[in-house]
């Protein structure tokens, strides 16, 4: 089945600074890649995601790329904030396109 | 509402106890999944509704844990006689279409369940 492998596990950060989240795949038929940040005692909120016809897409201060051949997209955060702080999950279709696969998250620490 | 709806959002009970926990997804919305997240953990599949019926029920962990959805809305996860593995956060989402849409998923905010 599909696997989603995402690092780093954490990461710490100055305000203003570029934070770069990386995560690979299994399955070359993935065509879906969502990015999810999740506040302490909230569910995740989609930030943003992209499908396999585009290799980057950009929302203000996040983006994020995708490489197929490599099987793996990144989420970049630019000019970063505290209220950045907070765990950011990726997540792949499973081969049925019931479910997400998710990874197992990156803690990001923005200190000002 | 505007979001997805979850109720109760704390649940504490005791070893052993049957629990009901609730789902209201955004309106319009025909996929319903649930999810559950172990403490610092990543988030993990349960079982995935197209209106009323599972097609995909084989993320639940044993026969304890069962689901339903009616009317094309609400869901119910039900959990019996109660394990403290079975403590965790349950998460519902829900999207727009069905198996290889690729429609974004929207999260309610959970029911945390401490068993005791």
């Known amino acids: 089945g599909e696997n989603v492998e995402q690092h780093p596990s954490t990461l710490s950060v100055q305000e203003g600074d570029s934070a770069v989240i990386k995560c690979t795949y299994s399955?070359?038929?993935?065509?879906?890649f969502p990015w999810y940040k999740q506040e302490l005692g909230k569910g995740p909120q989609l930030i943003i995601d992209?499908?396999?016809?585009?290799g980057e897409k950009k929302d203000q201060r996040i983006a994020v790329t995708l490489n197929k051949t490599a099987k793996h997209f990144s989420l970049h955060i630019t000019e970063t904030q505290p209220e950045d702080s907070a765990v950011y999950f990726c997540a792949v279709p499973n081969q049925a396109g019931t479910a997400l696969i998710f990874g197992k998250g990156t803690t990001l620490s923005v200190s000002s | 509402g505007a979001g997805v709806s979850q109720s109760p959002s704390n649940k504490v009970t005791e070893k052993g106890k049957d629990v009901e926990l609730r789902c209201d997804p955004i309106s319009g919305h025909t996929a319903l999944y649930w999810y559950r997240q172990s403490l610092g953990q990543g988030l993990e599949f349960l079982i995935y509704?197209?209106?009323?019926?599972?097609?995909?029920k084989s993320g639940l962990p044993s026969d304890r844990f069962s689901a339903e959805r009616t009317g094309g809305s609400v869901s119910t996860l039900t959990i019996q006689r109660t394990q403290q593995e079975d403590s965790a956060v349950y998460l519902c989402?829900?999207?727009?279409?069905?198996?290889?849409?690729?429609?974004?998923?929207?999260f309610g905010d959970g029911t945390r369940l401490s068993i005791l």
């Open positions: 992209i499908r396999s016809n585009v």
């Open positions: 989402a829900s999207s727009r279409g069905g198996p290889g849409a690729n429609q974004p998923q929207h």
């Open positions: 399955d070359s038929a993935s065509n879906y």
């Open positions: 509704f197209q209106g009323n019926s599972a097609p995909d």
